[in-house]
């Protein structure tokens, strides 16, 4: 018989997961319901006045291949943009009261003022420190100061998990957030040297293949911007997704589920993925298993808003050289970063404009994204006076608010996720994904896709034999 697969949520986790599947099971019946009237989820291009502007992720980076393939996968390799190289080296952090450069190598570490002597000694002598011998999780504020010192912590620890999460790193999980990161200081005993190996491999693998040794964390998206990876696989799927859907409960019926929408509206699957946000997968297993549903509505979420402006470029009296900057959240401004998006990529503004993306928000600024327009933008347009000297009008500008924007992966996240995933052995055909448990970046959905659908394909295989 065929295959029914249903998956509830068309963002970029639950469409690459279609895809995949569609490879692996060609014959398969596979329904995407959404609840939006559009795909992509938070990964979309918006589109106005000459300007564009992503209301989610503003690209992707290589460090890992699954969206780079991905993209290629469904014909779109020969579109893909690389960040420009001044996007690459230059960023900046805003600390009392003007830009700063973040150093983007040795010599200039050692010139920064964004340290004191002390500070930067104290970061350094991280390669001698040794291993953290306690097993149990640890967060990100904690690791930092115990391996880099507390200016450290405040400085850049700061300012990483501002720009990715929005969140407080005296609440996230190291391990949890920055795996990589948590194992280098196990194998090697040191971050840095777990870099410095890192790097070696690199040098080593190119060499043996006899090409130029390539850096890695460097980000693409394409000309029209994240939504054109977003539409390509839609259009790749042989049955589009089931937009306006509102699946309230999955339900066993036997050895099948079933998805229930409004109404009398039901479809029936030999397994389902949940890829839509933690807190909706939360009410739609209410039934089919409690503990499930109570761990997986712990999962918390920040709220963020994004504001897009656009200026005339003669208006901007700073040149734009580079990706933007980030107010540490330790600073408790009205903002937490600016990207300088037509400097990041071509094509964001008109000939003669430049285009910002300011977010504000975030774990310790919430309120923020319930201001009205009129005051969001006021206090935004003030942060880019102090920062950037701009005191013209916008000529356009835009604003998008995500009431459960970024999923927080706080101190026993992992041995949440793995409690959660030992319950779900117990319900076979129910898969769980998306960007609440194993990681938020696009690689990281992207990647989820994939072992999606291999762990689909295998359910599936075992349930026709």
Not at 313 to 333: C, W
Request: charged share 20%; net charge positive.
């Amino acid at each position: 018989m065929r295959s029914r697969i249903v998956i509830v949520g068309a963002g970029i986790s639950g469409l690459s997961a279609a895809f995949r599947l569609q490879q692996r099971l060609p014959d398969a019946g596979i329904t995407i319901l959404e609840q939006a009237a559009r795909p992509g989820g938070t990964a979309w291009t918006v589109r106005e006045a000459g300007f564009q502007f992503e209301i989610g992720p503003n690209g992707f980076l290589d460090t890992k291949p699954t969206t780079l393939t991905l993209s290629q996968d469904v014909g779109l390799g020969s579109q893909l943009v690389q960040a420009s190289e001044a996007a690459g080296k230059n960023r900046f952090l805003f600390l009392d009261g003007r830009l700063k450069a973040l150093p983007g190598g040795f010599r200039s570490f050692l010139w920064t003022d964004l340290l004191s002597w002390r500070g930067k000694l104290s970061l350094l002598w991280e390669r001698f420190r040794g291993p953290r011998t306690d097993t149990g999780d640890e967060s990100i504020d904690a690791f930092a100061r115990r391996r880099a010192g507390n200016e450290a912590a405040d400085v850049f620890a700061d300012a990483l998990v501002t720009g990715i999460y929005a969140g407080d790193p005296k609440l996230l999980s190291l391990p949890a957030c920055f795996p990589r990161v948590a194992e280098m200081e196990q194998e090697y005993g040191s971050v840095m040297k777990g870099f410095a190996a890192a790097a070696r491999i690199r040098k080593a693998d190119a060499k043996a293949k006899g090409v130029p040794v390539e850096r890695p964390n460097k980000m693409w998206s394409f000309p029209g911007g994240m939504r054109v990876l977003v539409e390509a696989i839609t259009a790749q799927l042989k049955q589009p997704p089931v937009f306006g859907v509102n699946v309230r409960a999955i339900t066993k019926q036997g050895q099948h589920w079933r998805a229930h929408g409004a109404g009398a509206d039901t479809w029936d699957a030999d397994a389902v993925i949940l890829t839509c946000p933690a807190y909706q997968q939360a009410a739609m297993l209410a039934d089919v298993d409690a503990q499930i549903a109570q761990s997986i509505g712990a999962i918390a979420y920040n709220r963020i808003a994004v504001v897009a402006f656009g200026y005339r470029q003669a208006d901007v009296p700073m040149p734009l050289d580079g990706f933007g900057y980030i107010a540490p959240q330790n600073t408790r401004r009205d903002l937490l970063g600016v990207q300088w998006c037509s400097s990041i990529y071509p094509g964001r503004a008109p000939d003669d404009c430049v285009l910002l993306r300011a977010m504000a928000g975030g774990w310790h600024r919430a309120d923020i994204v319930d201001w009205d327009d009129a005051r969001l933008s006021n206090a935004l347009r003030a942060e880019l006076r102090l920062a950037m000297g701009i005191t013209a009008e916008p000529i356009f500008h835009k604003i998008v608010r995500w009431d459960k924007a970024i999923p927080q992966y706080h101190l026993g996240h992992l041995e949440r996720v793995e409690n959660i995933e030992h319950r779900l052995a117990s319900h076979p055909g129910l898969f769980l994904g998306g960007n609440a448990y194993h990681g938020v970046a696009l690689n990281d959905c992207t990647g989820q896709g994939m072992v999606l659908a291999e762990r689909v394909g295998a359910y599936l295989s075992l349930l026709a034999a």
